[in-house]
């Protein structure tokens, strides 16, 4: 057992890590751990050891009735079942106790950009590897334009691509073997794959994300991923906006979806993609045009589009309760009786709001 204060991902890498273990979080590591977990938490080793909110076994938590109260299996079942992927409804979390696996401190890392025109390519065989693969292996595949940052060569700068980033989650040198065929899909534009610090690979991605900058993220849960929508994706890309956005595609399944649809509060298990356009930009300007961007790509993938979305990215949950009645699905009921138990005036209400029953 170990106690560690930890607000940022990055304060629960460098803690957990210290100790030779991971405790499942994001992948920028500035994000919150709280708010990451209690809507789900998408990470590098969600197939291996599912979401941030799978591996919550207890809270403390301060009701809006002020109380404070210890919640596990043992105390309140149902609670730990809601705060598992049912957002800030039911109070003010204070602390979170997870499980931690044995991870790292070096882990193999898959990095590699393609030209954007190889994405139907590129995406079919990264779902059959995947898949083929088991479950150590999770990836984001990414359509986007090159970061005009030192780690890439200046003749790719801006390059359009489609990309596959990628952990194992095991020994090194298995995983160097294991991510292989993901670096030869075709002559890529960079392949920065290889071994890695654990808690470097969880900074990756701090970089594109500025302090400054503006951004509008949304998602939607995708049944199967069809050539016609990576074909809609790829001309999105094209004419996005801002060159700092991108649209992360999330291969889910493996640990995420053996947890039965009603085993907690995150819904849509099933669902094989989340399908998340990231709308980044730098003037307030161009905030119409950037908004309105990522609101169409998703009209563009409608048609493999299985419901509701992943309620960490949920853009400015402009479309109220239906997106959260459609994103918790078949649990919502439940979920409504919970916050009525804790919070029936609906106190915490300036969240993904579940309303009492």
């Not at 919640?71 to 979390?93: A, H």
């Not at 393609?114 to 059959?128: D, K, S, T």
């Not at 993938?301 to 419901?307: I, K, Q, V």
Request: hydrophobic residues 40%; proline residues 6%.
């Amino acid at each position: 057992e170990m106690a560690a204060f930890a607000q940022f991902g990055s304060d629960l890498d460098a803690a957990t890590q210290a100790h030779g273990l991971v405790v499942p979080a994001g992948v920028v590591s500035a994000t919150g751990v709280a708010g990451l977990t209690l809507s789900g938490g998408l990470g590098w080793t969600r197939r291996k050891w599912g979401l941030s909110c799978d591996n919550l076994v207890g809270a403390e938590l301060v009701t809006a009735a002020g109380e404070v109260i210890t919640v596990d299996e043992e105390s309140d079942p149902d609670l730990l079942w809601g705060l598992r992927g049912g957002g800030g409804n039911f109070g003010v979390v204070t602390e979170l106790v997870f499980e931690a696996h044995r991870l790292g401190p070096e882990v193999s890392f898959l990095f590699a950009l393609y030209p954007l025109e190889l994405a139907r390519h590129v995406l079919a065989e990264h779902e059959r590897l995947v898949l083929s693969a088991g479950e150590e292996i999770s990836t984001i595949a990414v359509l986007g334009h090159v970061p005009p940052l030192e780690d890439f060569p200046a003749e790719i700068h801006e390059a359009p691509f489609v990309g596959v980033l990628g952990l194992y989650a095991g020994p090194v040198g298995e995983g160097e073997e294991a991510l292989r065929p993901f670096r030869t899909l075709g002559e890529p534009l960079v392949d920065l794959s290889g071994p890695m610090q654990y808690v470097d690979v969880q900074q990756v991605y701090d970089a594109d994300y500025p302090d400054g900058h503006r951004y509008y993220w949304k998602s939607a849960r995708l049944s199967a991923l069809s050539g016609e929508v990576v074909d809609a994706l790829v001309e999105h890309v094209r004419r996005a906006p801002s060159k700092h956005s991108t649209i992360d595609i999330w291969l889910n399944g493996g640990a995420i979806a053996r947890v039965p649809e009603e085993g907690t509060a995150f819904s849509g298990r099933d669902g094989l993609y989340v399908v998340n356009p990231e709308a980044n930009w730098e003037s307030p300007a161009d905030d119409d045009a950037n908004v309105t961007w990522a609101r169409s790509v998703l009209s563009a993938a409608e048609a493999d589009a299985s419901g509701g979305a992943y309620l960490n990215f949920p853009g400015f949950l402009e479309e109220g309760q239906n997106l959260v009645r459609a994103s918790h699905g078949t649990n919502y009921e439940r979920l409504a009786d919970l916050k009525r138990r804790l919070d029936p005036d609906n106190l915490f209400r300036r969240n993904a709001n579940v309303e009492p029953a």
